[in-house]
């Protein structure tokens, strides 16, 4: 019998509760969300911009759930997921799924009565996209569950925009692309230092299955379209000049750590320093770029 299966030795508490929604994950995604609406060329109320930014949380935090309750068993097998609250039998597997499936319930009823229905479908379709595509379906099957599976994190962004528009535009799609454009690089640098962790659960994780090489010249070659959806936004007149040199910058830094660790070996016991570098800076880098964005529109 697994971890994640065997009797429940301990009482789950609130923090459990909280630690199934993956709340440092969330906060990239509220904040994403967050500039997206406030980008928007409609001003929203200010709680109904609150009420639309608790959504895509309660939303974010049900897939989250609903992950770790499909995935106790490769979280039992990981170092970096072993003392989450299913694994490490603190919480009963059908406790996360009520928990999951009732946020998100809540996150559509709310979004859809208090703001509108354009936000509710995307953040229904963010939500399924999460816990069926890529959960279920991409995770433990093909090393591209990172780049199809991406488009569930790239939704926030086109949330928050329709949530303060009661549409989609060109604009935020161009979010949309960036995020999702951005998870693969982001994403595979992780993989590369935490390889053997994913080795050993028996995700198909693209250094696993294809191996360093080909997994460093995916993280360069990504980064190419990533950066110029970065920089479209000003030259197409979405934004201006606060936003094109802010997202130049950051991207020029972005490249230059990608293309190193494109083009580096690592060697036994190597501590992945470039890997690791690229890894944190990359979710620098999204905050920065969709922060200069709502200044840009706010403050230029």
Not at 213 to 241: D, E, K, S, V
Request: hydrophobic content about 55%.
């Amino acid at each position: 019998m697994s971890t994640a299966s065997a009797t429940v030795s301990l009482p789950a508490d609130w923090r459990d509760f909280l630690a199934l929604t993956k709340p440092r994950v969330m906060t990239l995604v509220v904040f994403t969300g967050l500039c997206g609406m406030l980008a928007a060329p409609v001003p929203i109320h200010p709680i109904l911009g609150f009420t639309a930014i608790l959504c895509i949380a309660l939303g974010a935090g049900a897939a989250g759930a609903l992950n770790q309750w499909y995935e106790a068993d490769l979280d039992a097998k990981m170092k970096r997921t072993a003392k989450r609250p299913l694994p490490a039998g603190r919480m009963d597997r059908q406790s996360a799924l009520h928990f999951g499936v009732g946020l998100a319930g809540f996150s559509l009823a709310l979004m859809y009565f208090a703001i509108n229905l354009a936000a509710t479908l995307i953040l229904a379709a963010s939500i399924l996209f999460y816990v069926f595509v890529y959960t279920i379906w991409l995770k433990r099957r093909t090393p591209q569950n990172i780049v199809i599976g991406g488009a569930a994190g790239a939704f926030p962004p086109m949330i928050g925009w329709a949530a303060a528009t009661g549409d989609v535009s060109t604009m935020s799609v161009l979010l949309f692309a960036l995020i999702f454009l951005w998870t693969p690089p982001h994403f595979w640098a992780l993989a590369l230092f935490v390889k053997t962790d994913y080795a050993n659960a028996g995700v198909p994780m693209l250094p696993v299955v294809a191996g360093e090489r080909t997994t460093r010249i995916q993280i360069g070659l990504y980064t190419i379209p990533m950066i110029l959806c970065a920089a479209a936004p000003w030259p197409l007149g979405f934004a201006g000049a606060i936003y094109g040199i802010t997202a130049a910058v950051m991207s020029g830094l972005f490249l230059a750590m990608a293309v190193q660790v494109a083009i580096r070996r690592s060697e036994p016991e190597d501590a992945m320093v470039p890997e690791k570098r690229l890894f944190k800076f990359s979710i620098l880098y999204l905050f920065v770029v969709f922060g200069a964005l709502v200044i840009d529109r706010w403050f230029a």
